[in-house]
């Protein structure tokens, strides 16, 4: 078959055409954004899915990784400030916001954010003693992710999170602060102890207290029942009723014997006095008690003389 030059015209276009096709479809991945370049200069950016360029005019340039990414920090050498050297290493998350300027605003993006990681991480824990290092590790990570996000901010990217992975110092002074540590212990373990003998001492202190007033509060009380019982029975002989005398004489008599038979030294008690007159006194407190369930009729002094005479063993 013949083909004329309409046909050959017509075929080589169309292959013009499907070649243009297939330089100019560009499918974008997800998590992905790629830069154009037209004549070298930057124009648009293509976002994940299906995206068409100029052949021969553009091109792709630089292909961005917009998902979250991990960088490592190597260990290196840092100085306190209390001139301690330790080892410290650790690791940075970023994720890039804008494929243009990361690919445009800075040659070499993770070495650059590894570089500016590293440097502050010199200046921010060099600034700090080495028991502050140890012990503010989270605000160390707070504030490098602070510094280090502010920085990089120009470049397009976001620094997610800087971690401090391990601070190791040296083998002896780990054995200094081991033996701090122990002393820091035994120091907190003497002062309980002090403090527990204190509060021991001081309630001890509180309870004697608390016993001497008790005795004292009793002594006082039954100093005010004697001399209650002894103003009664002078009331009852300045009315003539001699008998309270014979019952406040019997009564120390009885007391007198309860202490001398109670004593454990006594095995044999002389007696100097007859035991007549104890159970004379023991009558009168008897006479004591009829006249007080005797009915109030009868004046105090009509029952003295109409009283029988108390006849104990042994008078005359």
């Keep these: 078959m013949d083909f004329s030059g309409f046909d050959i015209a017509v075929g080589a276009l169309a292959l013009l055409v499907l070649v243009l096709l297939i330089k100019g479809i560009r499918t974008i991945p997800q998590g992905y954004n790629y830069t154009v370049e037209r004549f070298g200069r930057y124009t648009k950016t293509l976002s994940p899915g299906l995206n068409f360029i100029f052949p021969f005019v553009d091109r792709v340039g630089a292909k961005m990784n917009m998902m979250e990414q991990v960088l490592d920090v190597p260990s ?56 502050e290092l140890l012990s503010n ?79 004292a509060e009793a002594r006082e009380r039954s100093a005010e029942a004697e001399a209650r019982a002894t103003q009664v029975v002078s009331e009852a002989i300045s009315k003539g009723d001699v008998q309270a005398l014979n019952y406040f004489v019997a009564q120390k008599y009885t007391e007198a014997l309860g202490k001398i038979g109670t004593a454990t030294n006594s095995k044999i008690v002389l007696m100097p006095f007859e035991a007549s007159s104890l159970i004379g006194s023991l009558g009168g407190i008897g006479e004591i008690a009829k006249e007080v369930f005797r009915s109030e009729g009868t004046s105090g002094a009509q029952r003295l003389a109409a009283r029988p005479p108390v006849v104990r063993p042994g008078d005359n």
Excluded at 77 to 88: H, M
């Design 76 to 131: 290196q050498e840092i100085i306190t400030r209390d001139n301690a050297i330790v080892g410290v290493d650790g690791i940075a998350f970023y994720q890039i916001l804008n494929a243009a300027q990361a690919a445009y605003q800075v040659a070499g993006l993770q070495n650059a954010i590894l570089n500016l990681t590293m440097t502050n991480i010199r200046t921010v824990m060099g600034s700090m003693d080495l028991d």
């Design 137 to 215: 590790r989270d605000a160390i990570n707070e504030r490098l992710l602070r510094v280090v996000d502010e920085a990089a901010h120009p470049w397009g990217i976001k620094i997610t999170r800087v971690e401090i992975k391990d601070i190791n110092p040296p083998a002896n002074l780990i054995e200094s602060m081991g033996r701090q540590m122990t002393a820091e212990r035994n120091k907190r373990a003497q002062i309980l102890a002090a403090e527990g003998l204190k509060q021991s001492q001081i309630l001890e202190a509180e309870g004697r207290k608390e016993a001497a007033f008790r005795d």
